[in-house]
């Protein structure tokens, strides 16, 4: 049974240093997290008391639940993106069921759409984020698993060694991450300050792996070591062609098994997969767009490079995409897009013309992130209605794309 929270209980950012202090004593005595809200507070590059929210019980004072917003940027096939990140939403057991998270996310949504962010996302519980609009659209840490016995000692890993990264390594390592993530159509963007964070705060340490006779660095690799599972959980190479040599490097020594993190277009997940390994069934990130007429908008640039370089480099054409609850119409002429219109409400019942593309938004997230096709989606939701005439524009339009999102804290 759900409790009126209204009179009850006081949100508000964190303001004071004994704010502070409360939202990470709450978080380490429900989670264990203290640490990780500590560091994300007081270190993480571009945080703002005001991103973290806490609710305080009116009559005592403490502090019952907490959420926060992350900001980072994403690279969207060339276009970058503005990303909110809900983040430590935690209630003490005995404050459940009052209401607490659900006023929190409508607070977290409208401070997103104040801000301009193009889309949130949260790593979160089974299902539970659906009931706020959130929808499953790209992998999180798929990764192929495989013996270490399995993967054979190459005569030329002698070739490299392997040392930790210090500071001095900070700009080398952001230009070998943007190598590898070239390969990556959707990204997280990270520059030096962000390696630092993760290095020196986050326990996130790459290690360096290098030309032993010259000194020059090859590559790089971040790496844990969980229950004798060896994880490779990021890795970056100037030469992706010696991802063997690489892999036999890291191994070395090694007992148990080995499990590289990534996707196909990851050069050392390639070698893995290769070997004979076996790919876990990942998780899946959730994203909601708070406005999609916004975020069709920002990635104009790159529907358009999309019809130059399709059958549709001129075409001209109205183009109705229907959420259900709402619609956008897409203004083509002769193959630029001149505008993105929000129309509001589209009957789609039947007997209906419901537009171009009838399509849930929990769809749609997975199709403009080039997770899924529509033939894909529709096994799922049969309710994806696409008019013939325009299904070959609409599938130029959204394609499929690789990415791989790594988390940013």
């Not at 050069?267 to 007429?293: F, H, K, M, V």
Request: with cysteine; hydrophobic share 40%; aromatic share 8%.
């Amino acid at each position: 049974m759900a409790h009126d929270a209204d009179a009850r209980y006081i949100i508000s950012d964190v303001q004071t240093e004994q704010d502070a202090t409360d939202f990470i004593a709450l978080n380490q005595e429900v989670t264990g997290e203290g640490a990780i809200c500590d560091r994300l507070l007081r270190h993480r590059p571009g945080s703002i008391p005001s991103d973290y929210t806490i609710v305080r019980e009116a009559g005592s004072g403490k502090v019952v639940s907490t959420t926060c917003i992350l900001p980072w940027r994403m690279t969207f096939d060339g276009v970058r993106l503005k990303v909110a990140m809900l983040e430590m939403v935690v209630t003490h057991p005995d404050f459940r069921r009052y209401g607490l998270i659900r006023r929190q996310i409508e607070r977290f949504q409208q401070r997103v759409r104040e801000r301009g962010d193009h889309l949130s996302i949260i790593q979160g519980i089974p299902y539970y984020y659906r009931q706020f609009g959130y929808g499953y659209a790209l992998d999180h840490s798929r990764r192929i698993r495989l013996p270490v016995a399995r993967i054979p000692q190459n005569e030329r890993a002698a070739e490299y060694r392997i040392r930790p990264a210090t500071s001095d390594d900070y700009a080398v390592v952001t230009a070998l991450y943007k190598v590898a993530m070239a390969q990556q159509v959707i990204h997280v963007e990270r520059n030096e300050a962000a390696w630092a964070y993760l290095h020196q705060h986050a326990g996130m340490p790459p290690v360096m792996i290098e030309h032993v006779s010259t000194g020059v660095v090859a590559g790089y690799a971040r790496c844990t070591m969980d229950e004798g599972v060896l994880n490779v959980r990021e890795s970056g190479l100037h030469e992706p062609a010696v991802a063997s040599e690489v892999l036999s490097l890291l191994a070395r020594d090694q007992a148990g098994e080995f499990a590289v993190y990534g996707n196909p277009a990851d050069s050392l997940y390639r070698a893995a997969t290769a070997l004979g390994g076996s790919e876990a069934i990942p998780d899946q990130w959730l994203l909601n767009l708070p406005d999609p007429r916004m975020f069709l908008s920002a990635i104009i640039p790159t529907l358009e490079r999309r019809l130059a370089q399709s059958d549709f480099d001129d075409a001209s054409a109205n183009l109705i995409l229907n959420f259900y609850h709402r619609a956008v119409r897409l203004r083509i002429e002769k193959g630029r897009v001149m505008g993105i219109d929000d129309i509001g409400f589209v009957d789609a019942s039947m007997g209906a013309d419901g537009g171009d593309l009838c399509i849930p938004p929990d769809a749609f997230v997975r199709l403009v992130f080039g997770y899924r096709s529509l033939d894909e989606l529709r096994d799922a939701w049969p309710d994806i209605v696409a008019r013939k005439h325009s299904r070959a524009l609409l599938d130029a339009l959204f394609p499929l794309m690789s990415s791989w999102i790594l988390m940013p804290y």
